[in-house]
């Protein structure tokens, strides 16, 4: 099962399926994904933070800890004072946020490791992280010189260890454009993803893209190694220029085909570039850069396929283009759209 933020923030707030629950602490418990369960820490400190503005009851920190070690295993002993309610005008400290988001922290009994701890030896520190919201994308340069642009909703993470003779490690959740510095050394470069999918290079230019359970790279430039981590049951796989890797999770099958690089990097230059594509992706793609619901509601939209380049600027101008050019009906549900014929 893929564990995204959706799932870590409804494992956080207590309304995950026990099948996903299960998910969330085995990836927890990776010492590979730290950093980037680090970033979602604090995403849901900035949400508790939000939250505390609202006119509603906000659970102490206590109890919110008391209830995340729980859903960990562990045993706690209850305060044997009853919590005095905290006023509502008060404005928590930061070190609350923090200390709430916290709480999810791992401490396997078995394993014995901490998040920056793993058989005895210390992680890569975080050098820093980058989020896009939703109709945003961003341009990051890290410090090593390499170049990367972010997508719509998406966030990166890197490691201080950029410059100091190691291999080069990121992590990407979402999509991002990545222009890698080649160094005299030839020290390694490696996108690391939740999908089990790290992408190694030297010197090149591709995308990387991790949502909703599928995970994919495009060469555009240069070379890439593509590992997984079940290596036992697929092979690494190197991407020439103009190649694509594509991988879902509830599938074992790797695809890799040559395809037209800028239907799938277009976005980097404020574009969205559709070759064929059919309707339902494109609903997926203008869901996953605007952040709406879209519905396909006649079906038989689903096989058609539209092609052009539009863009990427306000979601009602793309939609109006759509709905002349490809003969659709687009109408605003409360906080949804529907297209039909």
Same mark, same amino acid.
Request: proline content about 5%.
């Given at each position: ?195 089990? &999918?790290? !992408?190694?290079?030297?010197?090149? =230019?591709? $995308? @990387?893209? /991790?949502?909703?359970? #599928? ?103 793309? &939609?109006? !283009?759509?709905?002349?050019?490809? =003969?659709? $009906? @687009?109408? /605003?549900?409360?906080? #949804? ?5």
């Amino acid at each position: 099962m893929p564990v995204d933020f959706e799932a870590y923030l409804r494992y956080s707030r207590g309304e995950s399926s026990p099948e996903e629950a299960r998910a969330v602490r085995q990836w927890l418990a990776q010492p590979a994904n730290s950093l980037l369960a680090q970033h979602w820490m604090s995403r849901f400190a900035e949400m508790l933070d939000q939250e505390d503005a609202l006119p509603v009851a906000t659970p102490s920190i206590q109890r919110l800890e008391s209830r995340l070690f729980h859903q960990l295993g562990f045993e706690i002993e209850e305060p044997t004072a009853p919590e005095l309610p905290e006023p509502e005008s008060i404005v928590r400290p930061l070190w609350y946020r923090w200390a709430a988001a916290a709480a999810i922290l791992v401490m396997i009994a078995g394993g014995g490791w901490l998040w920056q701890h793993q058989e005895g030896q210390a992680s890569s520190a975080i050098g820093g992280y980058y989020a896009t919201a939703y109709g945003e994308t961003s341009t990051v340069y890290l410090p090593d010189g390499s170049e990367v642009k972010l997508n719509s909703h998406s966030t990166l993470r890197y490691a201080n260890n950029l410059l100091d003779g190691k291999a080069r490690e990121v992590w990407l959740d979402g999509e991002g454009y990545f222009s890698i510095k080649h160094l005299p050394d030839n020290r390694r470069f490696i996108v690391h993803t939740t999908a089990g &999918l790290n !992408v190694e290079v030297l010197g090149t =230019k591709f $995308t @990387v893209f /991790r949502r909703r359970a #599928q995970a994919r790279v495009v060469l555009l430039s240069g070379k890439v190694r593509v590992d997984f981590a079940d290596s036992s049951k697929r092979k690494p796989v190197i991407l020439k220029p103009g190649e694509l890797l594509e991988t879902r999770d509830a599938q074992p099958k790797v695809v890799h085909k040559a395809v037209r690089v800028d239907t799938y990097a277009a976005w980097k230059d404020d574009k969205l570039v559709f070759d064929e594509t059919p309707v339902a992706e494109v609903a997926t793609r203008l869901s996953d850069t605007y952040g709406v619901k879209i519905i396909v509601a006649t079906p038989a939209l689903n096989q058609r396929t539209v092609t052009g380049t539009f863009p990427a600027g306000e979601l009602n101008t793309i &939609l109006q !283009v759509l709905e002349k050019s490809f =003969k659709l $009906t @687009v109408e /605003r549900q409360q906080n #949804q759209i529907v297209l039909s014929e």
